[in-house]
Every structure is written in C-alpha cells, then in structure tokens.
C-alpha cells in the first residue's frame, strides 16, 4: 500500500493533520496502536477529565449553592460508578466522531503499533501477532506523551497511579496526595477534592502553575483552598511505596533533610510528561532527538530527514492538543506548497478547575526579566454584575500591553468561562491590537467578558469604571 501521507497517531495532532492532507487531495493513512482513535486526549486525557469537573462541579454546587439560590433538596447523594459510566459514554461517543471523520475524508486508519524499517516504509505491529508494511512519500509523528514515573515514586497503577488510572476510579477515596502542583495535579485534585476526598499537594516549587503568571497561581490556590485542598509548597518527594490498600510517601522540605511521612488512599503522580517514541525505530532512519528524547525539527516541522514530519508532545514546547492540531495543519499545508505559519506566543493555555485558568501571550515576570516595559490592568470579578448574578465572584482578569506602544503583550484571567474568554485576548493579540483597541470595542452587558475591558481600562491610565 503507498500513500502521499502516513500519520503514526491519531491524537488530536495526528487525525487532524490526516483529515487536512486528504482535504488537500493526499492520500492520506494512519496508524493507530490502540483499538480507539483519539490518542491521549481523547481517550484518558482532556474529554475524560473534563466529563468528570463537570459532574464534580455538579454535585458541588447541588451540596453547596443551591440553597443560596432558593432551592432546597435533600443532601446529594454521589453516585461514583455512575458519574465514570458517564464519563466513558463521552469518550465513546467522542472517538466514534473521529472513526466516522475518517471515513468521510477518505482516511484508512491501521491499528497497531508502527515503527520505521527505512524513511518511507512503516511497518504495523497488530494485536494477533500479524504484520503489515506501508509505504508513504511523506511522514508525521504525532504519537503523543507519557505520564513521566520515576523510579523512585514506585508507579503500580494499583495504589500509585497516574491521570490514566485517575480517571477509572469508581470508588470514591477518603485521601489522595498528588505529586505536582501543575494543570493535571489541579484538575484532577479539585475533582476528588470537590467529591469528597481529602486532598492534598506536594510541589517542588514555591508556588502552584509555576509556568504561568503569578497572580493566576495566587488566585487560583486561594479558591482551591476553599475546596479544602491542603498545599505542601517547597516539599521533593523522596520515595513512594506502594500497598495493598494505601500509599506511603515519604517528603522532605527543599532546603532540608528532615523528612516526614504521608499515607493516603491514593498517590497520583502528576509531575509531566514525556515524549512517547518508544519503539518507533528512530534509530532506523537516523531521525535526531534531543536531550529529552524530544524528536527535533525545523521551522517547518521536519526532521533532519527530509520526508519526516513531527508534531504536538513528541517536539518542544507546551503539552496542549490545540497546539497539535495547529501543527498538524501546518504540515499538510506545506507539504501541499502553501505558506502556513503558527505564532507560539498565541497559543492559550487553560487549567479547567473552577474557577477556569487562562493565559496568553507574556506573563508579568517574563516581562520583566526580558525588560520589556509594560503597564497592568486588572479588575475583579467579585465587582462584576454578571459574576454577582451567578455567584462566581472568585478570580480576576489581568492585562498586560507595552508601556510606549500599548500593544497588548498578555492577558490572564482567572474566573468563571475563563477558558472562552482567552479568545478576546487571543484575537486582539494576533492583529497586534492595543489596550486602547480593546476597550473601544462594546462590550455587552451583563457579561464576564466586561472585566476584560475593565482591565484594559485600567491598564490605558487606571480608569476603569466599576471599582
């Protein structure tokens, strides 16, 4: 079989580069070593645990808010196996969407697992032992990550367990600690927190979404303390020790060598991921990787080899699906002699607890490291009408634009429907817009989305108009 386009993966990044090739008259294949499509995000990553904050948050605000809002029931019982049964419907109906995509633009899909016998020929290992060999003009990478597991913290997938098992447990837990204070450590903790688990933190840093702006982190572990979420800030885990029924994991403060122990139903591990390239035969075509086993490409997203392409969690930067599926388009436009381009600094970030997290462009420190000049804006959501409406006063909307020329250089938003709302930030920013611009623009009321021009008001000379 020969193909203009192989895609080995069919997560967001892989079936969306498949489905662009085809629509550019490639044809197109690709391989997936999994019975579903949809890879990590899919499957056990971004719409799993999202089915599951929305049913946490559900049963939250029944336990906590629906009296205030005048409507009285009896205390809510949780019903665990049927809030994953939920979850895995949504998964199933999901990945079903993307088979049919496939047939639609004419995709074949092979399932196995692929590795390279030379640089135009993938070889499919399939569950009954049987091989099958493709060939195709050009070739992308899209197999994804891992949950990084250091020996150290004795991963059992029993006990000790990643975002992966996380997401199957059927029975809630009375305690959990997490190992890592970043979006999966936070997600997954503000749904077992929001159930009913008592939870708690171990970060090596000395604060929590150490990747993103510092009030976002200030923000957002002040509303997760509300939610009885406990913090061990500037702990490193020295071992993990996985029983029967619980785990036992040893901690020390950063900067001593006095340790103390914790036990807990579970141990989630949640410190990264690495880039999956197992098996993949590399060495076979010379394709280079870098220190972190990172596949390395150019700004075009090739290899050193000239017909193969990487993309999404298998090359540098940011772990996101939305940033995978940028890629993926670039690519097949290129190989299809247009001029596609990505602007890195214009991919937003999202943490889905809830509060919602969002961020693009430059955060406030490295603003200043880099010694750019710049001015804030911020405004609350607690002075909010459309926040005070719904009671989702936490959070805050914060700007950032060029002290001289008053383009907008950041925006972060910490608060209710964050996560949509990055969108004005991102729009204005990719058509270099200025605070000005931004607060010129009729904003309708009641909505969330007036804090951003508030904050924009207070970052063109402190002049917001409802604080």
Same mark, same amino acid.
């Given at each position: 079989?020969?193909?203009?386009?192989?895609?080995?993966?069919?997560?967001?990044?892989?079936?969306?580069?498949?489905?662009?090739?085809?629509?550019?008259?490639?044809? &197109?294949?690709?391989?997936?070593? *999994?019975? &579903?499509?949809?890879?990590?995000?899919? #499957?056990?990553?971004?719409?799993?645990?999202?089915?599951?904050?929305?049913?946490?948050?559900?049963?939250?605000?029944?336990?906590?808010?629906?009296?205030?809002?005048?409507?009285?029931?009896?205390?809510? +019982?949780?019903?665990?196996?049927?809030?994953?049964?939920?979850?895995?419907?949504?998964?199933?109906?999901?990945?079903?969407?993307?088979?049919?995509?496939?047939?639609?633009?004419?995709?074949?899909?092979?399932?196995?697992?692929?590795?390279?016998?030379?640089?135009?020929?993938?070889?499919?290992?399939?569950?009954?032992?049987?091989?099958?060999?493709?060939?195709?003009?050009?070739?992308?990478?899209?197999?994804?990550?891992?949950?990084?597991?250091?020996?150290?913290?004795? *991963?059992?997938?029993?006990?000790?367990?990643?975002?992966?098992?996380?997401?199957?447990?059927?029975?809630?837990?009375?305690?959990?600690?997490?190992?890592?204070?970043?979006?999966?450590?936070?997600?997954?903790?503000?749904?077992?927190?929001?159930?009913?688990?008592?939870?708690?933190?171990?970060?090596?840093?000395?604060?929590?979404?150490?990747?993103?702006?510092?009030?976002?982190?200030?923000?957002?572990?002040?509303?997760?303390?509300?939610?009885?979420?406990?913090?061990?800030?500037?702990?490193?885990?020295?071992?993990?020790?996985?029983? +029967?029924?619980?785990?036992?994991?040893?901690?020390?403060?950063?900067?001593?060598?006095?340790?103390?122990?914790?036990?807990?139903?579970?141990?989630?591990?949640?410190?990264?991921?690495?880039?999956?390239?197992?098996?993949?035969?590399?060495? /076979?075509?010379?394709?280079? &990787?870098?220190?972190?086993?990172?596949?390395?490409?150019? !700004?075009?997203?090739?290899? /050193?080899? !000239?017909?193969?392409?990487?993309?999404?969690?298998?090359?540098?930067?940011?772990?996101?699906?939305?940033?995978?599926?940028?890629?993926?388009?670039?690519?097949?436009?290129?190989?299809?002699?247009?001029?596609?381009?990505?602007? *890195? #600094?214009?991919?937003?970030?999202?943490?889905?607890?809830?509060?919602?997290?969002?961020?693009?462009?430059?955060?406030?420190?490295?603003? +200043?490291?880099?010694?750019?000049?710049?001015?804030?804006?911020?405004?609350?959501?607690?002075?909010?009408?459309?926040?005070?409406?719904?009671?989702?006063?936490?959070?805050?909307?914060?700007?950032?634009?060029?002290?001289?020329?008053?383009?907008?250089?950041?925006?972060?938003?910490?608060?209710?429907?964050?996560?949509?709302?990055?969108?004005?930030?991102?729009?204005?920013?990719?058509?270099?817009?200025?605070?000005?611009?931004?607060?010129?623009?009729?904003?309708?009321?009641?909505? *969330? &989305?007036?804090?951003?021009?508030?904050?924009?008001?207070?970052?063109?000379?402190?002049?917001?108009?409802?604080?």
């Amino acid at each position: 079989m020969s193909y203009d386009l192989i895609v080995i993966g069919s997560g967001p990044g892989g079936y969306v580069a498949a489905i662009r090739g085809s629509q550019l008259g490639m044809k &197109t294949a690709i391989i997936e070593r *999994y019975n &579903t499509l949809g890879g990590t995000c899919l #499957n056990v990553g971004c719409i799993p645990s999202k089915a599951l904050l929305d049913s946490s948050e559900h049963f939250f605000n029944a336990r906590e808010h629906f009296a205030e809002h005048g409507i009285k029931i009896n205390a809510p +019982k949780l019903d665990m196996p049927a809030m994953i049964a939920r979850k895995a419907a949504v998964v199933d109906q999901t990945t079903k969407g993307i088979d049919f995509l496939m047939k639609k633009n004419k995709i074949d899909v092979f399932h196995g697992h692929g590795s390279f016998k030379d640089k135009t020929t993938v070889s499919i290992a399939k569950e009954d032992g049987s091989t099958e060999e493709i060939v195709g003009k050009n070739i992308i990478i899209a197999t994804g990550s891992k949950p990084i597991t250091p020996e150290s913290m004795g *991963y059992d997938k029993n006990r000790v367990i990643t975002s992966t098992e996380a997401l199957q447990i059927d029975k809630l837990p009375k305690s959990m600690v997490i190992i890592g204070a970043g979006v999966i450590g936070l997600e997954l903790g503000s749904v077992f927190a929001r159930l009913g688990t008592q939870v708690e933190i171990i970060e090596f840093q000395d604060r929590i979404l150490a990747g993103m702006d510092k009030d976002c982190s200030k923000e957002m572990m002040r509303s997760l303390k509300k939610i009885r979420i406990k913090f061990h800030l500037k702990h490193a885990v020295q071992s993990v020790v996985g029983q +029967k029924t619980q785990a036992k994991i040893t901690v020390a403060k950063r900067d001593s060598e006095d340790s103390f122990e914790m036990t807990a139903d579970y141990c989630l591990i949640a410190i990264g991921r690495r880039a999956y390239t197992d098996n993949l035969g590399l060495e /076979n075509v010379g394709v280079a &990787t870098d220190d972190r086993g990172r596949i390395e490409v150019d !700004d075009h997203l090739r290899t /050193n080899v !000239d017909n193969i392409y990487a993309i999404g969690d298998v090359i540098k930067g940011a772990m996101l699906a939305h940033k995978a599926e940028e890629e993926g388009v670039l690519v097949a436009e290129y190989l299809a002699g247009q001029k596609p381009h990505i602007d *890195y #600094n214009l991919i937003p970030g999202v943490v889905y607890t809830w509060p919602e997290v969002a961020s693009v462009g430059k955060a406030e420190h490295e603003l +200043k490291d880099a010694g750019v000049p710049y001015k804030v804006g911020k405004f609350p959501y607690k002075a909010l009408g459309r926040a005070r409406a719904s009671g989702d006063t936490e959070g805050m909307v914060k700007v950032l634009a060029h002290a001289d020329t008053d383009e907008i250089l950041g925006m972060h938003i910490v608060g209710a429907r964050a996560a949509d709302m990055i969108m004005e930030g991102v729009s204005l920013m990719e058509f270099r817009a200025t605070a000005e611009d931004m607060v010129r623009m009729s904003h309708p009321h009641p909505t *969330y &989305t007036e804090a951003v021009r508030e904050a924009g008001l207070d970052a063109t000379g402190g002049r917001p108009l409802h604080i």
